[in-house]
């Protein structure tokens, strides 16, 4: 898994490309949990994502609550057909906000 | 003469894994189980689907079984059937906890307990059991074919 972040304007776009499982997702949280407090919003890019299980859904909900704490908004974009597989199985969907593009989730489309 | 080595159906592909309790080798079995859910028949989607069934089961195993130590073992084995796959996991960890098993709601925002919500709506029959040789969890896989 290769994970990267840009600033585009106040927020953080993190790309995260490969597989999210057991293995992975400590590394995935670690380092949104490291960019969150740096932003006014943490974009997260799931268009290369080939595998997420629920260990990486639940990496995500983690990073959702604390950035309520922080009041801070965090959107996902692009989600790859694997992403959305695992979201449909889990009924996740409802509780993130979801964009198709990076543009419509940074809201400067 | 038989062609059967063990009295196993020659036609029929069965594997099986001896996997440490290592999440670094997950890999290697969603791939596995991947292509071999495309072989009896599956579509891409359901294939992805399967994998993950069996890919949530190890990880229940390495994180409440073994506790996240990575020197266990965990013998998976994997059967092609008359009508579509069958999934035998055996473990000697701690047995499950069977209160927590699809005990949290789904949709909702609450993290962890979705790995036994996926694999029982991924998979037809899912049970958990203890034996002499440990935990047992099985699950099976009808294949529909579209007439």
């Known amino acids: ?109 | 003469m038989s062609d059967a080595i063990g009295g196993e159906n020659p036609r029929r592909l069965q594997i099986k894994f001896s996997v440490p309790s290592d999440p670094r080798y997950l890999c290697v079995v969603r791939g596995a189980i991947g292509s071999l859910a495309a072989v009896i028949g599956w579509d891409e989607p359901e294939c992805r689907a399967i994998a993950l069934a069996v890919d949530e089961a190890l990880t229940n195993v390495i994180r409440h079984a073994y506790h996240n130590r990575t020197d266990a073992l965990m013998e998976l084995e994997c059967r092609e059937s008359a009508d579509g796959l069958e999934i035998t996991l055996l473990d000697n960890g701690d047995a499950p906890d069977r209160s927590k098993i699809c005990a949290r709601e789904i949709g909702c925002d609450q993290p962890g307990g979705l790995g036994t919500h996926i694999i029982k709506k991924v998979m037809d029959k899912v049970s958990y059991e203890e034996s002499p040789e440990g935990n047992r969890f099985v699950a099976s896989k009808r294949l529909r074919k579209s007439s």
């Not at chain 1, 790309?15 to 380092?31: A, N, Q, Y």
């Not at chain 1, 694997?82 to 979201?87: D, G, L, P, R, S």
């Open chain 1, 1 to 109: 898994m290769k994970i990267s972040v840009r600033d585009v304007g106040a927020a953080k776009v993190v790309e995260v490309d490969g597989e999210v499982d057991l293995g992975t997702s400590p590394d995935l949280r670690r380092i949104l949990f490291e960019v969150l407090p740096a932003a006014e919003m943490l974009a997260l890019n799931l268009g290369a994502i080939r595998y997420i299980d629920s260990s990486g859904i639940a990496t995500l909900i983690e990073v959702l609550k604390r950035s309520q704490n922080l009041k801070k908004q965090f959107v996902l974009f692009g989600l790859s057909p694997a992403v959305q597989e695992v979201f449909r199985l889990t009924h996740v969907i409802r509780v993130f906000q979801v964009f198709e593009t990076e543009r419509e989730a940074l809201g400067t489309a």
